[in-house]
């Protein structure tokens, strides 16, 4: 059966450091892969996009690879601060204009 | 920005009565829209994908008869939860798709059903 599977421990790190984390999945070939943010009673933000002929993306402090041989992506946000504290999510899509799967999400804490 | 709105945020209700949820997408046309549950510290789950004009797409194990969707128009989906139950208290969460890939989602609707 299809799997993403993310970290379910929360990530603790202090301020200024390099949050990585990761996104594995089985059974899947997705088309691309997308990173959200989620605070507590909120819908996901979007953060990035990545397509499966791309290996890396960057936004500001965050940065995603996508890794298709080893079917893997991995999500960082460098210089981190505490107002990067939130759950981040990863979801896989098929093709343009299909569902979102999403993985269990990570949640991170930053820490001054 | 793509903005998508939901309307309400929060509602509480008697268990055996329908809530009406409203997800609209303010500055884009949305091809499809999709309906997703979260249940405390999970993660979403779909529910349901919705195309302006045609029958909802039910994922497996949900009930259309319960969870009513109509996509009236190119910006609003609405989804109604009939004869809501207890088990059925959850935050809805709703998303749009415009002519990119990306999904944006709306800020969410919490149930409460007592």
């Known amino acids: 059966s299809q799997k993403i599977e993310q970290n379910s421990e929360a990530l603790n790190i202090q301020e200024g450091k390099t949050a990585t984390l990761t996104c594995n999945y089985t059974?899947?070939?997705?088309?691309?892969l997308q990173w959200y943010r989620q605070d507590p009673g909120r819908g996901p933000v979007f953060l990035l996009l990545?397509?499966?002929?791309?290996k890396e993306k960057r936004k500001e402090r965050l940065k995603v690879t996508f890794d298709t041989t080893l079917k893997q992506s991995l999500f960082h946000i460098t210089a981190s601060q505490p107002a990067d504290s939130a759950t981040y999510l990863c979801?896989?899509?098929?093709?343009?204009?299909?569902?979102?799967?999403f993985g269990g999400g990570t949640r991170v804490l930053v820490k001054p | 920005g793509a903005v998508v709105s939901q309307h309400p945020s929060r509602v509480i209700c008697k268990s055996g009565t329908s809530v009406k949820i409203e997800c609209r997408s303010l500055?884009?046309?949305?091809?499809?829209m999709f309906w997703y549950r979260q249940f405390p510290k999970q993660s979403l789950m779909l529910m349901a994908t919705?195309?302006?004009?045609?029958?909802?797409?039910?994922e497996q194990g949900v009930e259309k008869d319960k969870f009513l969707i109509n996509h009236a128009s190119l910006t609003l989906s609405t989804l109604t939860v009939t004869s809501a139950h207890p088990e059925d208290s959850s935050f809805y969460i709703c998303?749009?798709?415009?002519?990119?890939?990306?999904?944006?989602f709306g800020p969410g609707t919490r149930l409460l059903v007592l």
């Open positions: 998303s749009a798709i415009g002519l990119g890939e990306t999904q944006y």
């Open positions: 059974n899947y070939s997705p088309a691309y």
């Open positions: 990545i397509r499966e002929n791309e």
């Open positions: 979801a896989l899509v098929k093709a343009a204009g299909n569902k979102l799967t």
């Open positions: 500055d884009f046309q949305a091809t499809t």
């Open positions: 919705s195309n302006e004009g045609s029958k909802a797409t039910y």
